[in-house]
């Protein structure tokens, strides 16, 4: 590679020319940025390419292209930003288009630098052009390279005169978006497919680089694996999203995945859905039938409120998970089953294995492979993004062509709103904005007047010094400390902080382990009630 310092006795043109013909040689995006990423090799550093649009109402961006090679991480397709950046940006895109060089991270002014770092490593050298199409401001096309101090001010020139190009490919990236999202809206065919892929797949992780990215780390370590695994979070936390990204990321990926809610099935017939009955072994029996384990063979099953099951459908769960077969209801033969589990609760199992509710054995069993999911008002920096993906998913099942605007403050409220229905709340809130924004009477912005306002006892988000919110690890720990206070410095146990915060004590201990808070017989004192 040729590592240009100065354009001296380059063809200006010609090197515009050549360019042209490679970003436009193709109707397939990628193809044409490989192309041209590949003749630009040529003349400057590049690891890799990708085209960005900002959102600075929602302080939100969506990459829509982008070649990241194998060894770096790329970002998520869309990327939350912190509060304090929206203003930051603004009053850049105030002083005009032009071409940024990033050479060292670590000397850019702590907005970026703070975003920068939780995308890429330190070690990267980034040059970003500014793309403005009638003096409006459409987003950046990015460069970056391996290592630090890759890039000049005559690389910087050579990519400032593809600004014409490269915006038109931006515009055209957008459009066809658009065109491609309209014509799913007219196709219910294609509408189906969708959904049927979804609950194949499982639904888009929005957060998994930052209020989920414990979470993902844990799926990414366990999914290849066979082991159980039991996923522990509040109502509506996304448990369900979690156990599809495990299966479709394990070797059973394109084998039967089944799903099974223990709360939503009768007493009376759990064995008989669970494990299947035999011909006659009960009145309206009329025909044999597979039970939910046999039909995921060789798959996965997902047991979501695990603990729900009734004492009788716990012990035969147990021998499943110790001698992998099953018994009908009215049979006599054991029929082997090769099933991994993935099981999920909002209770906590290890006080219902105190008070006897839930067998110890089942317990150990299940518990091989935990995983806490956090609840949504303690991971708020998630909201943004949840909220630009519900707007598009719902606005194409709604077939609302226009994606509308958030009204003036309505992103502050709902990042002050503590959430106690989780995403699930979070989607159904924006669903009905959408429809009331419909409305003949409404100007068309989508509002949220109806969110209830927490009461005295729920979480907020609290304000810091001229409205500025706090990192929102000091504000848990803060919260965390005061419980602390109130229950003696007792973690576990009645009235303990656990029980006081609705937390498992594991998770409560972990999360103090994390946030660097003592806890134990010697440190009680630091908390006097």
Request: proline share 6%; charged share 25%.
């Amino acid at each position: 590679m040729i590592e240009l310092n100065e354009p001296d006795g380059l063809d200006e043109n010609e090197f515009f020319r050549q360019a042209i013909l490679r970003i436009s040689s193709s109707l397939n995006i990628e193809l044409s940025m490989n192309r041209c990423m590949d003749f630009l090799k040529e003349y400057i550093p590049i690891s890799g390419m990708l085209f960005s649009v900002y959102d600075p109402q929602m302080n939100i961006a969506r990459n829509l292209a982008a070649i990241v090679p194998p060894g770096i991480p790329g970002p998520d397709d869309i990327v939350t930003f912190p509060k304090d950046f929206a203003s930051w940006m603004r009053k850049k895109w105030g002083e005009g288009p032009g071409v940024r060089i990033i050479n060292d991270m670590e000397l850019e002014d702590f907005p970026l630098r703070q975003v920068l770092t939780r995308i890429w490593s330190k070690d990267i050298s980034h040059l970003i052009m500014d793309l403005e199409l009638e003096s409006k401001r459409l987003g950046s096309f990015i460069l970056i390279a391996e290592g630090k101090n890759r890039y000049t001010e005559a690389h910087a020139h050579l990519i400032s005169l593809l600004h014409e190009p490269f915006v038109t490919t931006l515009s055209n990236i957008l459009k066809h978006q658009e065109i491609k999202r309209l014509n799913d809206m007219l196709s219910e065919d294609n509408r189906y497919l969708h959904q049927e892929n979804l609950k194949l797949t499982g639904d888009t992780i929005v957060g998994a680089n930052f209020g989920l990215k414990e979470v993902m780390y844990l799926v990414h370590q366990v999914a290849p694996l066979e082991s159980p695994v039991l996923l522990i979070g509040e109502t509506g936390a996304g448990k369900e999203v979690i156990a599809n990204a495990i299966h479709s990321s394990s070797s059973r990926q394109g084998k039967p995945y089944i799903k099974v809610n223990c709360g939503a099935i009768p007493e009376s017939l759990i064995d008989s859905e669970l494990f299947g009955h035999e011909k006659g072994a009960f009145t309206g029996a009329i025909a044999t039938k597979k039970g939910y384990f046999e039909r995921a063979h060789t798959g996965t099953i997902f047991l979501d409120e695990i603990g729900e099951l009734p004492p009788a459908a716990q012990v035969r769960l147990l021998r499943v998970l110790q001698q992998h077969e099953i018994e009908r209801v009215g049979g006599t033969e054991s029929i082997a089953v090769d099933v991994r589990i993935i099981s999920a609760t909002h209770r906590n199992l290890e006080e219902m294995v105190r008070t006897g509710t839930f067998r110890e054995d089942l317990w150990f069993r299940i518990n091989v492979f935990p995983i806490i999911i956090p609840p949504l008002r303690q991971r708020i920096e998630d909201v943004p993004a949840l909220v630009s993906h519900f707007m598009e998913r719902k606005s194409r099942e709604l077939k609302i062509r226009s994606l509308p605007l958030l009204a003036p403050g309505t992103m502050e409220q709902l990042l002050h709103y503590p959430w106690p229905g989780n995403v699930r709340e979070l989607e159904n809130v924006v669903e009905r904005a959408l429809i009331l924004s419909q409305s003949a009477a409404g100007d068309g912005l989508l509002r949220f007047g109806n969110l209830p306002m927490p009461s005295k006892g729920e979480p907020r988000v609290r304000m810091g010094e001229e409205g500025a919110p706090l990192i929102l690890e000091a504000v848990i720990a803060e919260h965390i400390k005061k419980v602390l206070r109130l229950s003696g410095g007792k973690v576990e146990g009645p009235n303990g902080a656990a029980q006081r915060l609705g937390l498992h004590p594991s998770t409560l201990r972990s999360r103090m382990r994390k946030i660097g808070i003592p806890h134990g017989r010697n440190s009680r004192n630091l908390y006097p009630s």
